[in-house]
């Protein structure tokens, strides 16, 4: 079975298009369409209101010798849903509208009427302002002032916006919110802080400075080389001439207990230590040697302190030394 709907016809070899008879119309023909009312009308017969998108089968005919900037303009015919009256009415390009010829009247036109109307006032201006300079001035003064005003009131509001831009909302808004424990916890921070920094310890005439100690860590540097010490042999002499006259005086000396008995050997090794000294090149090994040795030998000399024995054996010493 063949399809019902198909796009493609078939054409046999031998068609010939010529030979189709083609039929004579009519020139201003009219044609049945499907449409809906552009705009609300009242049937002038019956009184009967059609509501814009009202559904009709109208009949669409061109209007003869009538057109547009080359635009076609067609005619519409309906029959009123009440009285079956027939109403006409035609495009209008022009405004981009509808016009209703007879039939019907239209309704609710407030918004073309007020257009219309204020074209004609402009068009009533424009012609007398050719015609009339005087007039022509007042038109140009009265805008002149009008512009003024205007600029006066953008003025005002510009001011208006930079009073409420100094205004601070936020700040407002917050000193009636209750603050958090965060916040309360840092206020409270701050306001000790500031406490602590207004109180002034102790008079204000002493000023105390307080100096920081900067410990730095110094590295192990080698010891130095130790210059060469030298020592003099003690003066003999006035060493004799004291002890001499400390023994015919009587004075008591700070010697020791056993003085009498125990020879003191620190004058011969200071001169041993003067004479290795002058002999050694090398200053290091003979200060080392003989700094010990006289460490050594007042070690050794060290006793208890002088008591009463040690006091007479002073006396009996300088009671001999005289008689000789």
Known sequence: MSERKVLNKYYPPDFDPSKIPRMKLAKNRQYTVRLMAPFNMRCATCGEYIYKGKKFNARKEDVENEDYLGIRIYRFYIKCTRCLQEISFKTDPKNTDYEIEAGATRNFMALKLAEEQAKREEDEQKEEEANN??????????????????????????????????????GMLKQYQPETADERKAREEKEDNEFIKSIKFGSSSTQKVVAEEIIEDVEDEPPAK??????????????????????????????????????????????????????EDSGSVGVNSATSSVTSSTNSVTAPAASGLSLLANYSGSDSDQSE
Do not use: C, F, H
């Open 133 to 170: 300079p005087m007039k022509l001035l007042e038109y140009r003064t009265e805008q002149s002032r009008q512009e003024i005003e205007l600029l006066e009131s953008l003025e005002e509001l510009k001011e208006l916006n930079r009073r409420q831009q100094a205004v601070d909302y936020e």
């Open 226 to 279: 130790t210059s060469r010490i030298e020592v003099l042999p003690p003066k003999t002499t006035d060493s004799k001439k004291k002890e001499t006259w400390n023994r015919s005086i009587g004075v008591l000396t700070k010697k020791p207990a056993l003085a009498n008995l125990v020879k003191s050997k620190k004058v011969d090794t200071l001169n041993g230590s003067a004479e290795v000294n002058k002999k």
